[in-house]
């Protein structure tokens, strides 16, 4: 007899993003399949360890649910203590998806092609924006400076949306954002999408060069989806 009451689905990053969208898809058919509500709860900051933290201090019981991603597994190695352990204190469920970034720019950003932004990161002093520390987002940035022997300044936001946000109007200069949040915002004109940063195109966006393509030799970013309950749930 599970679940017995609404199950909280906790999202660690603000609404908006592409963890909150693939949450709420998520939720909406797991209520309608159990008979019971599965509520999203938006618990960002923290670049993640918030939400994190709600789920391991929850009952083991069932009825609380972490849709995870990266910063579950890197940030371990980016601070320098965590109130929870992300090996010990949660208990995978099952991968929901891996997925490309997408290397984004605003539409007034002189850049059309990687090799063209790279000309102007060397000439100018820009920003890129994530979704938090730890992210594969921000890792996306870092790995594309190191590999593109650039310099930009990072800007983490609480989530995907609130980086967007600042993204479109050019208030940062590019985002490795997730492609389900970039994809339907190029494809609407608000964003330039420059590239994929897996290693192979992505098939809904065959005509999008990938980085390692562009000039960046052996570039390959890709993240997930999980599903993590408390250690001790049965």
Partial sequence: AWPKRTVRLIVPFAPGGSTDAVARIIANRL????????????????????????????????????????????????????????????????????????????NSSPAKTVQEFIAHAKANQLTYASSGNGTSV?????LFKRMAGIEMT?????????????????????MFNTIGTALPLV????????????????????DMPTIAESGIAG??????????VPAKTP
């Fill in 138 to 142: 921000h890792l996306s940035g870092e």
């Fill in 154 to 174: 990072h800007v983490p936001y609480r989530g995907g949306g609130p980086a967007v946000n600042d993204l479109i109007p050019g208030r940062v200069d590019v």
């Fill in 31 to 106: 209520s309608e399949i159990w008979g019971q509500q599965m509520v999203v709860e938006n618990r960002g900051g923290g670049a993640s360890n918030i939400g994190h933290h709600e789920v391991v201090r929850s009952e083991a019981d069932g009825h609380t649910v972490l849709i995870a991603s990266l910063p579950l597994a890197v940030n371990r190695f980016l601070f320098p203590s965590l109130n929870y352990d992300p090996i010990g204190d949660l208990a995978p469920v099952t991968l929901i998806c891996t997925y490309p970034n997408v290397m984004t720019v605003p």
């Fill in 219 to 228: 570039f390959d970013v890709s993240s997930w989806f999980a599903f993590f």
């Fill in 187 to 206: 494809r609407g004109g608000q964003l330039r999408g420059l590239a994929v940063t897996t290693a192979e195109r992505f098939f809904s966006a065959p």
